[in-house]
């Protein structure tokens, strides 16, 4: 029996010590991702208001594969902010914040495929004329236009604040209480004009800084 007792507790000692440098890890990689997903998002928005930026060539490919990189960073912001603690106390909310996470993992493919097909144009259209043709002649087929450029993408937004929101309630926060808000209208802005990008990043980078600290320290709720 005493054998039988120390080899289960070897197990348990052995599983606890693996997990802790995954957690390391993905604590790390949040942090990176904080900063680097806004700062990326900034640099294709300072690239847009370039002249020539908007047509085929090299500021187009630059600028749109730094969103490309700045999106894909969002996936394990995402993640983080689900397993943030939060009001999921009971299973109705914690299936609601799997949904969100869900939702907002979908509409970010839905969002990297827009930018795939940017690219794509970008680096095969021979001048602006070509490069409107192509995006009609995409953006016309059957369900593009609803899957890359609105209904789905739409999805990464509503899915993001539900998760923002769960995170900044509670004796546990880990975020802000203004920090959806703050997320909310650098989203307005850049869908009122794609200039306010970087502004938009800025605030980005405001209300998603808290998370950098999760994971890496002893819990404490985030200051209002």
């Known amino acids: 029996m005493t054998t039988k007792t120390a080899r289960i507790t070897e197990t348990a000692r052995t599983t606890a010590t693996s997990t802790v440098p995954h957690t390391a890890r993905r604590a790390r990689l949040t942090a990176v991702a904080v900063v680097a997903a806004p700062v990326l998002m900034a640099l294709y928005g300072g690239i847009r208001l370039l002249d020539g930026s908007r047509d085929p060539g090299p500021g187009w490919l630059i600028g749109h594969s730094l969103m490309l990189l700045g999106l894909l960073l969002f996936a394990p912001l995402l993640v983080a902010l689900e397993r943030a603690p939060g009001p999921r106390r009971t299973v109705a909310a914690r299936l609601a914040g799997r949904a969100a996470l869900g939702a907002a993992l979908t509409g970010l493919a839905a969002s990297l495929g827009q930018i795939a097909i940017d ?29 890359f450029y609105s209904a ?13 929101v769960a995170a900044s ?20 802005l850049t869908a009122a004009d ?12 405001v209300a998603l800084a808290p998370l950098a600290g999760y994971g890496t320290a002893p819990a404490r709720p985030a200051a209002l």
């Open 119 to 147: 690219l794509y144009v970008g680096a095969v259209a021979v001048d602006k004329a070509d490069q409107s043709r192509m995006f009609e002649a995409i953006q016309s087929r059957p369900g593009v236009e609803p899957l």
């Open 152 to 164: 789905v993408p739409l999805l990464f937004h509503l899915g993001l604040l539900v998760l923002l």
């Open 169 to 188: 309630v509670g004796a546990g926060r880990v975020l802000r209480r203004w920090s959806p808000v703050l997320v909310f209208a650098a989203t307005a």
């Open 194 to 205: 794609l200039a306010f990008v970087p502004l938009a990043a800025v605030g980005y980078l």
